[in-house]
């Protein structure tokens, strides 16, 4: 990797260089070895700053670092310069793994499901495949549910009629007769004492009496 050095009322020492060289081959063997750095000294008061500048093929990282001593300033824009470059080499790999994974990992779509040939018996002398026989579809078949979005209301039918009401006063035995004449499951009818009945019949085809109090 190529280093640009530059110092602003500093001198930079050759154990200064050995070590900002030893630092950006580390990140040569990261980003490659095309990439190009810059790298700046400066002293602010009693504070001194080294700014650090990789341009990689299609990355450019900047770091800058401050401490007491320019040792420190260099060690710490070294370090922040290879995180930037080890965050960038990760992203790159997991953009080219990305659709690999996406052909291994990925399901078979289930709205389009191919429904595999059925395979053909073995004879008796171990074939797999018989000559002249011809291969099926299998086809599976799946129940779909629905549900209704509110639940169904059934409203009872009401129908008014007069017919099962009896006009006259008649005993239960008259009653039982008229209710036979007019194939009627009902009747509502009075005694000649006048007291009120309700004549009906039951499903399993018997009559029943109830008495109005």
Avoid: C, W
């Avoid at 260089?17 to 002293?43: C, N, P, V, W, Y």
């Avoid at 990282?61 to 060690?75: F, N, P, Q, S």
């Avoid at 990760?90 to 059925?118: H, I, M, S, Y």
């Amino acid at each position: 990797m190529e280093v640009e050095f530059t110092a602003r009322h500093v001198r930079i020492s050759k154990a200064l260089r050995t070590q900002a060289e030893e630092g950006l081959d580390r990140m040569a063997r990261i980003l490659g070895k095309t990439a190009h750095a810059s790298l700046t000294f400066g002293a602010q008061r009693h504070l001194q700053t080294a700014e650090l500048t990789v341009k990689a093929r299609l990355h450019t990282i900047a770091a800058t670092g401050r401490g007491t001593t320019m040792d420190a300033a260099l060690r710490q824009a070294l370090e922040h310069a290879e995180q930037q470059a080890l965050r960038y080499r990760d992203r790159q790999r997991a953009t080219k793994r990305l659709p690999k994974e996406e052909k291994v990992l990925a399901a078979p779509p289930v709205a389009r499901p191919k429904a595999r040939a059925a395979q053909p018996e073995p004879d008796a002398a171990g074939n797999g495949h018989q000559p002249g026989s011809t291969r099926k579809k299998a086809r599976a078949s799946i129940a779909v549910h629905s549900f209704p979005a509110r639940a169904a209301v059934v409203e009872s039918h009401i129908v008014r009629t007069g017919d099962a009401v009896a006009m006259k006063p008649m005993t239960i035995e008259e009653a039982v007769k008229d209710t036979e004449f007019r194939d009627r499951d009902l009747l509502v009818f009075r005694n000649p004492a006048g007291d009120m009945y309700v004549l009906h019949r039951r499903r399993d085809g018997q009559m029943e009496l109830v008495e109005i109090p």
